[in-house]
C-alpha cells in the first residue's frame, strides 16, 4: 500500500510569484485535505477536496486554490505569493466518511 | 467553533520516566479526537484516535489516551519514555459534520538522558 507523497519537498520562490505544490493520496483514498504549518505553530486547515470538488475551506484567502484529478491526486496553487506564506504544507488523504487523514512528508515553501 | 488548548510548548522528562501531554478541547458538538506525533523535519503521523466506545485508546509506540468528556480533555501518555520518543506532538479535534481537523500548538517533548 503507498503512502501519501508530496512534490517538491523543498521550494524557495519571491514574492509575487505563484507555486503548485503536489499531492498523491494513498491508495484506495478519494478524500486529499492540505493544511498550512507555520514554523512553530500547528496546522491550519487550507481546504479539502473530494470528488473533484472542493468540499470545505479555511479561513484563507482566494489566492490559496485548488484542484483534485480523476485519480485523486491533488494540487495546492498559491498565487501572488506574500512571506507568511512562507511554511510546511502538508497533505492529507482520507475515505470521505471517515474520520481519520494519513499525512504527507511535506513541501517546505520559503518565500523571499 | 472548535478549539484545542495543549497547555505545555515543552516537556522536559528523564530517560524511562513517565509522561503526560496535556490536550484540552472546546466543542458544542460529539468530537472525534486526534495524536499526531512530528519527528524531526518530517510530517505528521497518527498515533492514536478516538471515535468513539472505550474512553482508553491504546496507540503505538506504547501510547495512550483518555478521553474525558467532563473535564474536554484528551491526555497523552506513556509509562515509560525512550530517546526515540523526542518529537512534537499534537492533539487535534473534528467534528461528526465537518471533517476538518482543528489543532493545538504542539507539545515538544525533550527526553534527557
Known amino acids: 500500500e503507498t503512502g501519501v507523497t508530496q512534490s517538491p519537498t523543498h521550494l524557495i520562490k519571491t514574492r509575487g510569484q505563484q507555486v503548485t505544490l503536489r499531492c498523491s493520496s494513498q491508495s484506495g483514498h478519494n478524500t486529499v485535505s492540505w493544511y498550512q504549518q507555520a514554523l512553530g505553530q500547528g496546522p491550519q486547515f487550507i481546504f479539502q477536496?473530494?470528488?473533484?470538488?472542493?468540499?470545505g475551506r479555511g479561513n484563507f484567502p482566494p489566492r490559496f486554490s485548488g484542484l483534485q484529478f480523476p485519480n485523486y491526486s491533488s494540487e495546492l496553487n498559491v498565487n501572488a505569493l506574500e512571506l507568511d506564506d512562507s511554511a510546511l504544507y502538508l497533505c492529507?488523504?482520507?475515505?470521505?466518511?471517515?474520520?481519520?487523514?494519513?499525512f504527507g512528508p511535506g513541501t517546505r515553501l520559503t518565500v523571499l | 467553533a472548535q478549539s484545542v488548548t495543549q497547555l505545555d510548548s515543552q516537556v522536559p522528562v528523564f530517560e524511562e520516566a513517565p509522561v503526560e501531554l496535556r490536550c484540552n478541547y472546546s466543542?458544542?458538538?460529539?468530537?472525534?479526537l486526534f495524536w499526531y506525533v512530528q519527528y524531526p523535519n518530517q510530517g505528521l503521523q497518527l498515533l492514536l484516535k478516538y471515535l468513539s466506545g472505550s474512553t482508553l485508546v491504546k496507540g503505538i509506540n506504547g501510547f495512550e489516551a483518555e478521553f474525558n468528556k467532563s473535564q474536554t480533555s484528551f491526555h497523552l501518555r506513556k509509562p515509560s519514555v525512550h530517546i526515540s520518543d523526542t518529537a512534537e506532538y499534537f492533539c487535534a479535534v473534528s467534528g461528526n459534520s465537518n471533517y476538518q481537523l482543528i489543532w493545538g500548538a504542539g507539545t515538544k517533548l525533550i527526553i534527557k538522558p
Open positions: 466543542s458544542s458538538v460529539s468530537v472525534y
Open positions: 477536496y473530494y470528488r473533484e470538488e472542493e468540499n
Open positions: 492529507a488523504s482520507s475515505l470521505q466518511g471517515e474520520n481519520t487523514q494519513y
